[in-house]
């Protein structure tokens, strides 16, 4: 179902699995480690490079301003509002877009090889009806007639068990 749902593409950074030699991972897009279930709307098809560059964070510290900013979340924020294909290179227009492609390193050399190949067979940008979650989402009459949810500003206090704060 969240392979499907997907279009068999990363829910994140887009790209296909089908030239990739790892299987994609299913994701918890808020981690069970700070409260998330295991239910469909939480589940998430992730490629291994941004499944292990998020980990069980759902936010980071932006250095820009110090603020606590949201990774990208496929259910809850619009991909277009957020991101931008510019030639291989996957550009975030807003502090969540600009966060998470830092955070899980979108346009990290190997990246921008692996889109090059995905072009030469037609994967590459991905078609809007390739295109997964947000997009779809997105792109659809219903959903832009309904006002998206705002984000859940989470407030992080000092943790007691050494984990870096970003986490959880």
């Known amino acids: 179902m969240v392979q499907n749902r997907a279009g068999h593409r990363c829910e994140y950074c887009g790209m296909s699995q089908a030239l990739q030699g790892a299987t994609f991972h299913i994701e918890h897009i808020h981690p069970r480690t700070c409260g998330g279930e295991s239910t469909p709307e939480n589940l998430a098809l992730a490629c291994p490079s941004c499944n292990l560059r998020k980990a069980d964070r759902s936010h980071v510290v932006d250095p820009e301003t110090g603020a606590q900013v949201h990774l990208s979340h496929p259910r809850e924020h619009r991909w277009r509002g957020h991101f ?9 227009l807003t502090p969540v877009g600009r966060m998470t492609a830092q955070a899980f390193d979108f346009n990290h050399p190997r990246r921008l090889r692996v889109r090059e190949a995905e072009a030469m067979f037609g994967l590459f940008p991905p078609a809007e009806e390739a295109l997964p979650w947000q997009l779809r ?10 006002p998206t949810r705002s984000p859940t500003r989470v407030v992080i206090a000092q943790r007691s068990d050494g984990i870096p704060p970003g986490y959880c």
């Open 84 to 92: 931008a294909w510019q030639g291989s290179q996957l550009l975030g």
């Open 137 to 146: 989402h997105a792109l659809s009459q219903e959903a832009l007639a309904k």
